[in-house]
C-alpha cells in the first residue's frame, strides 16, 4: 500500500518579529562646561559672500578646538559660530575648573592674531567671548538615526551657554561653581595652581531659571568694541 499524500500546509497570516531595544543607559558625570562663540559674526556675514565665511569659520574653529585638546578637553557640540566643550570628565572638580579657564585664556590669545588679520584684510571687527560652568551634566547620545553623536545635556550646559552669550569680546565669565572649585585647588596646596585675577560681578537673572546666579568675571586685557 501507497504512503498517503502529506497535506499542504498554508500559510493564514503572516507572522511579524520585532526587535525590542533596550533602553540606553545614561550616564551623569560632573564636568566643567565651555561656550564659546565669536562676536561680531552678523556683520561679517553681512559684509561678506557665503562662500567667504566658511574658510574664515574653519580658522576659528581651529583655534577653539586646538585650545581645548591642549588642556584635556573635549568638543562635543558646533554650530553656527559656537562651540561647546566639556572639561574633567572623570576627574576631581577642580582639574576641570582650572583645565576649562585656561583652555577659555588659550582661545582668546590664540585668536588674537587672526582677529588682527581679518581686520587689516577684510575690514571686520571680530572676538570671542567664553562662558564656564561646573555641575552635574548627563553624557547622552542624541540625534536622528544614524547621525547620534555624544552631547552634554542639562542645566549645567543652559547656565554656561547664557554666561557665554552675556560674556564680552575678549572676556570669560564664569559661576560661582567654577570659583569655588578654582579657589579649592589653589588652596589645596597645587603647585600648578597661580593666582587668578578676577571680578565679582552683580548677580545675573538667567531667563527661565527661578534665582539668579552669582558670576565672576576675568576681564579683557583690551576691550573690543562689539557686542
Same mark, same amino acid.
Given at each position: ?8 500546509i ?18 551623569t ?7 564659546a562663540d565669536l ?7 553681512e559684509k561678506?559672500a ?6 574664515l ?10 585650545? $581645548?585638546? #591642549?588642556? /584635556?578637553?573635549q =568638543?562635543?557640540?558646533? @554650530?553656527?559660530d559656537?562651540?561647546? !566643550?566639556?572639561? +574633567? ?12 579657564l585656561?583652555?577659555g ?12 588679520r581679518?581686520?587689516?584684510?577684510l ?10 560652568h ?15 553623536? $555624544?552631547? #552634554?545635556? /542639562?542645566?549645567? =550646559?543652559?547656565?554656561? @551657554?547664557?554666561?557665554?552669550g552675556? !560674556?564680552?569680546? +575678549? ?17 589645596c596646596g ?16 538667567l ?9 565672576w ?11
Amino acid at each position: 500500500m501507497g504512503a498517503m499524500p502529506r497535506p499542504k500546509i498554508r500559510a493564514t497570516s503572516t507572522l511579524t518579529v520585532a526587535r525590542i531595544a533596550r533602553p540606553r543607559m545614561t550616564k551623569t558625570t560632573r564636568v566643567t562646561v565651555l561656550f564659546a562663540d565669536l562676536r561680531g559674526y552678523t556683520g561679517l556675514a553681512e559684509k561678506l559672500a557665503p562662500a567667504q565665511i566658511v574658510p574664515l569659520l574653519d580658522e576659528f574653529f581651529a583655534v577653539l578646538a586646538a585650545a $581645548t585638546a #591642549l588642556h /584635556g578637553g573635549q =568638543v562635543y557640540h558646533v @554650530a553656527g559660530d559656537g562651540m561647546m !566643550a566639556g572639561f +574633567g570628565l572623570g576627574k576631581l572638580a577642580e582639574e576641570g575648573a582650572r583645565a576649562a579657564l585656561a583652555a577659555g585664556h588659550s582661545m582668546l590669545a590664540d585668536f588674537a592674531a587672526l582677529a588682527q588679520r581679518w581686520r587689516q584684510d577684510l575690514s571686520i571687527e571680530t572676538g570671542i567671548g567664553v562662558g564656564l560652568h561646573t555641575g552635574e551634566v548627563a553624557l547622552a547620545l542624541l540625534g536622528p538615526p544614524g547621525q547620534r553623536r $555624544t552631547t #552634554l545635556v /542639562g542645566d549645567t =550646559v543652559n547656565v554656561a @551657554a547664557r554666561l557665554c552669550g552675556r !560674556a564680552r569680546a +575678549g572676556e570669560v565669565l564664569f559661576s560661582c561653581a567654577v570659583a569655588a572649585a578654582l579657589d579649592a585647588r589653589t588652596t589645596c596646596g597645587d603647585a600648578d595652581a597661580r593666582p587668578i585675577a578676577f571680578l565679582h560681578l552683580p548677580q545675573f537673572e538667567l531667563r527661565g531659571r527661578s534665582t539668579p546666579l552669582d558670576i565672576w568675571c576675568v576681564p579683557a586685557p583690551e576691550r573690543v568694541p562689539i557686542s
